[in-house]
T-cell receptor
Framework: DTAVSQTPKYLVTQMGNDKSIKCEQN?????MYWYKQDSKKFLKIMFS???????INETVPNRFSPKSPDKAHLNLHINSLELGDSAVYFC???????????FGQGTRLTVV | GNSVTQMEGPVTLSEEAFLTINCTYT??????LFWYVQYPGEGLQLLLK?????DKGSNKGFEATYRKETTSFHLEKGSVQVSDSAVYFC????????????FGTGTRLQVTL
């Protein structure tokens, strides 16, 4: 009965590869997000979707492409991975705009 | 733009000590304010929230009051436990902008016996 679930939890890959992270929420929320947490624990918004529509794209390289097939899913595809992409990526959802967000467990991406 | 400033960590306390983690913010609209906690190896969990001035959020012995006049939302707990050791994030969501959380840098709390 996990509320926001991400897969995989850990991802180790080589530079130049393409990878995807999947996210699903079973809370019936309308808004979903991707956040990036760097090595110093700083969290920054990457994308937000409301009812499958992109609302925020916060100066993220276009190698990152979110896809929302339905309200309950928001996947993140990353092309041509670089060393600097290594981080923890968190998916989150909220009932409505400006309400509290519920976070997944995170995906630790390591690019070698 | 919006920003959140938290006190630098780490904060090291003995069990049963009083905790304060300072948080101040700047926002263009009327923000809602949140404290999230991240335990080692886990995701973020909402600890408490306040949506308007003078609201007090509370949970698990933690409290924070939304102070518009000082643009602050300081986190307090009267008696910390070893199990409170975690990273604490102050965050805001501003009604004047698209929905997203703006986070502070996080404050690591270490509680020892």
């Amino acid at each position: 009965d996990t509320a926001v679930s991400q897969t995989p939890k850990y991802l180790v890959t080589q530079m130049g590869n393409d990878k995807s992270i999947k996210c699903e929420q079973n809370l019936g929320h309308d808004t979903m997000y991707w956040y990036k947490q760097d090595s110093k624990k700083f969290l920054k918004i990457m994308f937000s979707y409301n009812n499958k529509e992109l609302i925020i794209n916060e100066t993220v390289p276009n190698r990152f492409s979110p896809k929302s097939p339905d309200k309950a899913h928001l996947n993140l595809h990353i092309n041509s991975l670089e060393l600097g992409d290594s981080a923890v990526y968190f998916c989150a959802s909220s009932q409505a705009e400006h309400t509290e967000a519920f976070f997944g467990q995170g995906t630790r991406l390591t690019v070698v | 733009g919006n920003s959140v400033t938290q006190m630098e960590g780490p904060v090291t306390l003995s069990e049963e000590a009083f905790l304060t983690i300072n948080c101040t913010y700047t926002a263009t609209g009327y923000p809602s304010l949140f404290w999230y906690v991240q335990y080692p190896g886990e995701g973020l969990q909402l600890l408490l929230k306040a949506t308007k001035a003078d609201d007090k959020g509370s949970n698990k012995g933690f409290e924070a009051t939304y102070r518009k006049e000082t643009t602050s939302f300081h986190l307090e707990k009267g008696s910390v436990q070893v199990s409170d050791s975690a990273v604490y994030f102050c965050a805001l969501s501003d009604s004047g902008t698209a929905s997203k959380l703006t986070f502070g840098t996080g404050t690591r709390l270490q509680v020892t016996l």
